[in-house]
């Protein structure tokens, strides 16, 4: 079944990884700004990372069938020194008009600090100016709760329409409120940390299918590139009708991307 990866870190994947995606039906992937697994010392270090997203991967990518989108920001690992964010989001505006992108992410709070906040909001109105969609980092662990409610409130207090921000990293304790306050939601599935897929396996099956989709995130650390297709064999498993499968997998992320006009898939 084709299905889309809506926020994969390909930048720290193999090539392998790219073949391995399209073996098992992955028609387009969705690539946020982040950490590079250590700190960028200048803007210009973004510069040429804003370059790899959206004229190298997307290459790699296409040798194997699959569209690569990508997002731009200053990263919320980053975002505690504010000189350095402005730099970053002065050079932003350079790329948005590339064919790949699709709009600010991922932005956030990875401590919820003064700073990031501040950072949050100044990356949020470069969004509206632009008219850019935006896809949120929210923090991990015991911060997670907090760091969410920081975000949509942020989000909310600048008159972001719900439906153009997905936020990502949704867990059990932070999916409902999400969804009730008319946003995307994105489970990111880990080995060891955030949504096993038989937990995000069990949301679904508790909150439904509407608004919500699923990631690899395939970053740094332990993660796995193919973990939204095994995801999808357990709602095989648990004998999910196919029509819930494609609607998860493929309309939902669809639907949410394809408010940019740029994305083909």
Not at 49 to 55: A, G, N, P, V
Not at 250 to 264: D, K
Request: one cysteine or more.
């Amino acid at each position: 079944m084709d299905y889309i990866d809506p926020h994969i870190h390909m930048v720290s994947r193999t090539t392998d990884d790219y073949e391995r995606l399209a073996r098992c039906g992955c028609r387009a992937v969705s690539e946020p700004a982040f950490w590079s697994g250590f700190n960028r010392a200048s803007a210009e270090g973004f510069r040429d990372y804003f370059l790899q997203l959206t004229e190298f991967e997307p290459t790699r990518a296409r040798r194997y069938g699959i569209r690569h989108y990508c997002w731009l920001c200053i990263n919320p690992k980053q975002a505690e020194d504010p000189g350095l964010a402005r730099e970053v989001m002065a050079l932003i505006p350079e790329y948005l008009d590339r064919p790949n992108v699709l709009g600010i992410g991922e932005i956030g709070l990875n401590r919820n600090s003064k700073n990031e906040l501040v950072v949050l909001e100044e990356q949020i109105a470069l969004a509206l100016r632009h008219d850019q969609l935006i896809l949120v980092h929210t923090p991990h662990l015991e911060d997670k709760l907090k760091g969410t409610k920081l975000i949509l409130d942020a989000l909310d207090d600048q008159g972001v329409r719900p439906e153009r921000a997905l936020i990502d990293h949704v867990e059990e304790h932070t999916v409902q409120m999400v969804l009730e306050r008319g946003y995307w939601a994105g489970m990111t599935l880990y080995p060891d940390t955030k949504c096993t897929p038989q937990r995000a396996v069990d949301i679904l099956e508790v909150h439904g299918t509407e608004r919500l989709c699923l990631n690899s995130a395939g970053d740094w650390g332990p993660s796995d590139p193919l973990a939204v297709p095994k995801a999808m064999q357990e709602m095989r498993r648990r004998e999910h009708p196919v029509e819930r499968l494609r609607q998860v997998f493929y309309a939902n992320p669809h639907a949410f991307l394809s408010q940019s006009p740029r994305f083909r898939a």
